[in-house]
Antibody
Framework: EVHLLESGGGLVQPGKSLRLSCAAS????????MGWVRQAPGKGLEWVSC????????FYADSVKGRFTISRDNSESMVYLQMNALRAEDTAVYYC?????????????WGQGSLVTVSS | QSALTQPPSASGSPGQSVTISCTGT?????????VSWYQQQPGKAPKLMIF???KRPSGVPDRFSGSKSGNTASLTVSGLQVEDEADYYC???????????FGGGTSLTVL
């Protein structure tokens, strides 16, 4: 059974940094593309970033480009989202999700989410 | 990266069918057969219901079906059940310059 567990969320001041982690299990992580999707309180889903299985390809939403960095460690089955220069509008639940080209750009499995609150 | 357009709400009675639309552009929905649909129950993570326009993951009831015409994709839920009440989101691949875009979501009410 696929299991994705996010951690690292919390309250952070505007302009500061935070790193989210996602621990994956139950599937062959090293051949799976991964992504992050966020959901602001009471709002819809917004795609944030994704990374190919071998870290060669990384894509970002315009809203986070230049501030967020996605990475992964296949030896540890972990994916990360480094978030810098955080803004109030980055406040959201951040979901780690499994999927990419091989799944028709669909996210087949999701974590339970990690809440990031950006506020002074 | 503009969001795909979905109606904010939809409704139907148990046993009826309802269709939710998802309108994009010739650069995303119209260009690729990479439309997905997700169901999100309150307080829960999204669940994949349809991928590649009309394919159902294992375990998703065949009451859920997807289609596409031009720049508009659709999700049809037949034989509505109370447990189908949820928010539904579409998404589409849109090339490397606009990798993935979601719709604004549709709140489905089963009356």
């Amino acid at each position: 059974e696929v299991h994705l567990l996010e951690s690292g969320g919390g309250l952070v001041q505007p302009g500061k940094s935070l790193r989210l982690s996602c621990a994956a299990s139950g599937f062959t992580f090293s051949v799976s593309a991964m992504g992050w999707v966020r959901q602001a309180p009471g709002k819809g889903l917004e795609w944030v970033s994704c990374i190919s299985y071998n870290s060669v390809f990384k894509f970002y939403a315009d809203s986070v480009k230049g501030r967020f960095t996605i990475s992964r460690d296949n030896s540890e089955s972990m994916v990360y989202l480094q978030m810098n220069a955080l803004r109030a509008e980055d406040t959201a639940v951040y979901y780690c999700a499994k999927g990419g080209l091989m799944t028709g750009y669909a996210y087949t499995d999701w974590g339970q989410g990690s809440l990031v609150t950006v506020s002074s | 990266q503009s969001a795909l357009t979905q109606p904010p709400s939809a409704s139907g009675s148990p046993g009826q069918s309802v269709t939710i639309s998802c309108t994009g552009t010739s650069s995303d929905v119209g260009a690729y057969n990479y439309v997905s649909w997700y169901q999100q129950q309150p307080g829960k993570a999204p669940k994949l219901m349809i991928f590649e326009v009309n394919k159902r993951p294992s375990g998703v009831p065949d009451r859920f079906s997807g289609s596409k015409s031009g720049n508009t994709a659709s999700l049809t839920v037949s034989g509505l059940q109370v447990e189908d009440e949820a928010d539904y989101y579409c998404s589409s691949y849109g090339s490397d310059n606009n990798y993935l875009v979601f719709g604004g979501g549709t709140s489905l009410t089963v009356l």
